[in-house]
């Protein structure tokens, strides 16, 4: 299975702040990557797809880049509705998520 | 809206079998696959498996083959996940979603989960 690392686990941050999240694929899976938010006690919610592509609804500081093994979300001017976990997902191979990351508040 | 509602929640002993059901409505079921992705407690998401709604092709992940099976009921629009010999590490929230082409590719399309339904928790114990 391609593994998905994601770094950091976790991060601190305020209101106002950019922030950048790292996957990393185990093998290259050129653009099939998309990123989910997900807060406490609540289903997953697509933000990104194909990489850098973002969901209808999703809001406009939030952007993705990358292809091959090395991906990034990056939430320009965090709001306090991001303060959530974001996982990463490959569906190149047999699906597979990141182990997420936490946002929380510093 | 687009919206699949989940079965409620399930308390199982070990070695018995669960039934997750997921109730597809506002868009043609068959157009669209069905996965299944579950969070232990604390825990990241895990593929499970997926089912089309079309033709019902499945496939699995590997550490729950022979364990697991995913079905669907085109009459009502309603995705089934069956787990047996269930064990502690088992106890999840399970999730269906909606696995949508999202980019439409030449050997590969890209797919993304769009919509998720609201979670059922089952507790092995």
């Known amino acids: 299975d391609i593994q998905m690392t994601q770094s950091p686990s976790s991060l601190s941050a305020s209101v106002g702040d950019k922030i950048t999240i790292t996957c990393r694929a185990s093998?290259?899976?050129?653009?099939?990557l998309n990123w989910y938010q997900q807060k406490t006690g609540k289903a997953p919610k697509l933000l990104i797809y194909?990489?850098?592509t973002l969901q209808s609804g999703a809001p406009s500081r939030f952007s993705g880049s990358g292809s091959g093994t090395d991906f990034t979300l990056t939430i320009n001017s965090l709001q306090p509705e991001d303060f959530a976990t974001y996982y990463c997902?490959?569906?190149?191979?047999?699906?597979?998520f990141g182990q997420g990351t936490n946002v929380e508040v510093k | 809206q687009v919206q699949l509602v989940q079965s409620g929640v399930e308390v199982k002993k070990p070695g018995a079998s669960v039934k997750v059901s997921c109730k597809a409505s506002?868009?043609?079921?068959?157009?669209?696959?069905i996965i299944w992705v579950r969070q232990a407690p604390g825990q990241g998401l895990e593929w499970m498996g997926w089912?089309?709604?079309?033709?019902?092709?499945?496939n699995y992940a590997q550490k729950l083959q022979g364990r697991v099976t995913l079905t669907t009921d085109t009459s009502t629009n309603t995705a089934y996940m069956d787990l047996r010999s269930l064990r502690s590490d088992d106890t999840a929230v399970y999730y269906c979603?909606?696995?949508?082409?999202?980019?439409?590719?030449?050997?590969?399309?890209?797919?993304?989960?769009?919509?998720w339904g609201q979670g059922t928790t089952v507790t092995v114990s």
């Open positions: 194909a990489a850098s």
């Open positions: 506002s868009y043609t079921f068959r157009n669209y696959s």
């Open positions: 089912i089309s709604g079309y033709s019902g092709d499945t």
């Open positions: 979603a909606r696995g949508a082409v999202v980019v439409p590719a030449a050997g590969k399309n890209y797919y993304a989960l769009d919509v």
């Open positions: 093998q290259s899976i050129g653009s099939y």
């Open positions: 997902h490959q569906t190149y191979g047999a699906w597979t």
